[in-house]
């Protein structure tokens, strides 16, 4: 089949690589003639493992190019996917559709002959027929069946994840569109991943309500983890006990510095504003939204607690800026309130990540960048790991108490125990697990 993608991030360039892997033919269009021309030149904008590889074989076998024009591609394609960005309007926390809607209607005047557009980005219900309201002023001649078709990739697990979905959600209203939508997924449904046809508006809600059930359950185990703080429990071992539960399932029970990324933030809140627009407030959701903004500040009083109380003019050692490992995403990464709140206190903040820090120079200036977890160490009077980059498992700790002023790691993911680090010399605090078993600085303690 012949495809178009528009936009080519981090989910437009993954569906088009892995619908080209498919065998279609695809077009990856972005406005962002930077990112066209280094895809050309066979750079890859984003850090996604296997994603490089992949991109470089279907360029070779011809079935994938790119271009920065609509009218290259979207003329002769019988799919058109709008995979550009919806991020949190400034102000009031709506999703901003600007894109979304500029797409529609350049889609608009490009198409030719019956074509199906599919909305990937992730929208708020009630966008597809404003889409096909747009396409349809723009061009009364434009034959389009307008799709819902929402992503639920992982970034960092990207590819898999498209290749093997939990299941694939395809929202229709013209009925034309269920055998195009179930050509353009044929070999994921020959695989057995469930193709579950709904209405539109149903599949722009299951988004949301996927994405913000996952964020509630990061958040009840982060409030867990306050818990077991203060009553001298372990959260590991409550999220295990709780997990093995099928009803439950152990996923996105991992106690933390709380959610981050380019999904999670925006789409909860989205969601609240959303339900508040159809008088239908989700007020489990506005919670999770505001347990989770505080916690990150939380966390910086954390750190602040290990150190004594006081971080003026100590250097804090920070492991890991994106929002979690193997991805160089920093939006809205825990990091950045954490680091911004130590040096709000009068921290000086060196960061190491293995592949965020040109991400993160843009957004946190004030930080001193090093090139290894070793570097880090140097002079620190404590470090931070926020996040579980799998080179942060491992780590030489004799190598790093030795580099160190004072020997202090606050774990952040609970990735060391409280015995291991203290067999190597270091005063050791994490999330939800006592002390001398884990190790753990209250949040209660922490913020006195
Ligand atoms: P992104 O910011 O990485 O990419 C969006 C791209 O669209 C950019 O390259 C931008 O230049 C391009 N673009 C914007 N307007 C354009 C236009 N008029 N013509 C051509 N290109 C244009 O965004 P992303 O992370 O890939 O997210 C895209 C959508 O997918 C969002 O709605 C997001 O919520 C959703 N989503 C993201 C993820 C994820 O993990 N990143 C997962 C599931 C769903």
Redesign the pocket.
């Known amino acids: 089949m012949k495809i178009a993608i ?7 360039l993954v569906t088009g690589v892995c619908l080209a892997d498919f065998g279609h033919d695809v077009v990856c ?4 003639q930077a ?1 066209i021309g280094a895809l050309e030149r066979g750079e890859i904008p ?1 850090y996604e493992p296997g994603l490089a590889e992949l991109v470089k074989s279907n360029v070779a076998s011809g079935r994938l190019s790119f271009a920065t024009a609509l009218a290259t591609a979207v003329p002769a394609a019988e799919v058109v996917f709008i ?4 991020p949190s309007r400034r102000g009031d926390g709506h999703a901003d559709l600007r ?1 979304v809607y ?2 529609a209607r ?1 889609v608009a005047s490009a198409v030719s002959g019956f074509t199906v557009v599919v909305t ?4 708020p219900v009630g966008t597809g027929d404003e889409v096909a309201h747009i396409i349809a002023t723009t061009n009364a001649a434009a034959d389009v069946a307008v799709v819902s078709n ?6 960092g697990a ?1 590819i898999d994840d498209f290749k093997h979905p939990d299941r694939i959600v395809v929202g229709i209203e013209d009925e034309r569109a269920r055998a195009v939508m179930s050509e353009v997924y044929r070999p994921l449904y020959l695989n057995k991943s469930p193709l579950m046809f709904t209405s539109r508006r149903t599949a722009e809600l299951i988004k949301y309500a996927a994405n913000a059930f996952l964020a509630m359950k990061i958040t009840f185990i982060n409030e867990m983890a306050d818990l077991c703080e203060a009553a001298g429990g372990n959260v590991q071992e409550v999220a295990r006990g709780m997990g093995l539960d099928n009803r439950i399932g152990s996923k996105f029970l991992h106690a933390g510095p709380g959610y981050g ?3 999670f933030p ?2 909860t809140m989205a969601l609240v504003k959303i339900a508040q627009d159809f008088g239908s407030p989700m007020r489990l959701v506005e919670t999770t939204v505001q347990i989770n903004d505080q916690r990150k500040r939380a966390m910086s009083r954390k750190v602040i607690a290990a150190c004594g109380g006081d971080v003026r003019g100590k250097t804090i050692g920070v492991l890991g800026l994106t929002f979690k490992p193997n991805t160089d ?1 920093m939006r809205e990464a825990p990091s950045i309130d954490i680091i911004q709140g130590l040096l709000d206190k009068g921290a000086r903040v060196v960061a190491y990540d293995p592949h965020g820090m040109e991400a993160a120079k843009e957004l946190i200036e004030t930080v001193e960048y090093v090139s290894s977890s070793y570097a880090v160490a140097e002079d620190a009077d404590v470090l931070v790991l926020i996040t579980e980059w799998n080179e942060f498992r491992s780590l030489d700790l004799d190598r790093l108490r030795a580099a160190m002023k004072s020997p202090v790691l606050v774990d952040l993911r609970n990735v060391y125990s409280f015995e291991e680090a203290s067999k190597h010399g270091f005063t050791y605090f994490s999330v939800g697990r006592p002390v001398g078993a884990g190790g753990t600085l209250g949040l209660t303690q922490a913020a006195e």
């Open positions: 528009v936009g080519s991030g981090y989910v437009g269009i972005d406005k962002d990112k984003i995979a550009v960005g919806t894109y500029a797409v350049e990937k980005s992730t929208v929402p992503e639920f990739l992982r970034e990207a990324g380019s999904c925006k789409d995403d």
